[in-house]
């Protein structure tokens, strides 16, 4: 597994906790629960464009 997918999963993990102690007595249509989310969706976003890109290498 290459690097920039390594550093991916550890965002995603990172970004995946924040959101769920963020949602906690939220709302989550709270707009900062709404932000962490979108947040998350981009980087889950790019994880998957490279999985994809290194699947079609196979």
Do not use: C, F
Not at 3 to 22: A, C, D, F, G, Y
Not at 24 to 50: C, F, H, N
Request: avoid cysteine; proline fraction near 2%.
């Amino acid at each position: 597994m290459s690097q920039k997918i390594n550093e991916l999963i550890k965002q995603i993990e990172e970004l995946r906790i924040n959101l769920v102690r963020i949602t906690e007595g939220r709302a989550y249509t709270d707009p900062e629960v709404l932000a962490a989310s979108q947040e998350l969706d981009e980087i889950l976003d790019k994880y998957q464009e490279l999985m994809t890109k290194d699947e079609g290498k196979k």
